[in-house]
């Protein structure tokens, strides 16, 4: 019923820049937290960064100063501007939404993206 559908990744040199975005769609009642993890090859999903529905920000220490979270609510959308790329920042990067999908108490669950490679290299 919701989908999250993540767009942007590829390949970059080592300093370069790209910009993921994911949007939420299907039958969204409201979304509360939203944001990115990404997952390098053998290794744990992280947190990269995250932003609540008022828009407070969080992020992974290691991406702090590089990388800029931001929202549009009446899209339902989440952007990941990521500058100053480095190479330990390839991974596959997955969006993140808490979304109650009801009115009133329905419960909030949690909706994965399907993931977009981003390759920093050489």
């Known amino acids: 019923q919701v989908q999250l559908v993540e767009s942007g990744g590829g390949l970059v040199q080592p300093g370069g820049s790209l910009r993921l975005s994911c949007a939420a769609s299907?039958?969204?009642?409201?979304?509360?937290?939203m944001g990115w993890y990404r997952q390098a090859p053998g290794k744990q999903r992280e947190l990269v960064a995250i932003m609540s529905s008022p828009g407070s920000d969080k992020y992974a220490d290691s991406v702090k100063g590089r990388f800029t979270i931001s929202r549009d609510n009446a899209k339902n959308t989440v952007y990941l501007q990521m500058n100053s790329l480095k190479p330990e920042d390839t991974a596959v990067y997955y969006c993140y939404g808490q979304i109650r999908t009801g009115v009133g108490t329905s419960p909030v669950y949690a909706y994965w993206g399907q993931g977009t490679q981003v390759t920093v290299s050489a």
């Open positions: 299907g039958s969204i009642f409201s979304i509360y937290n």
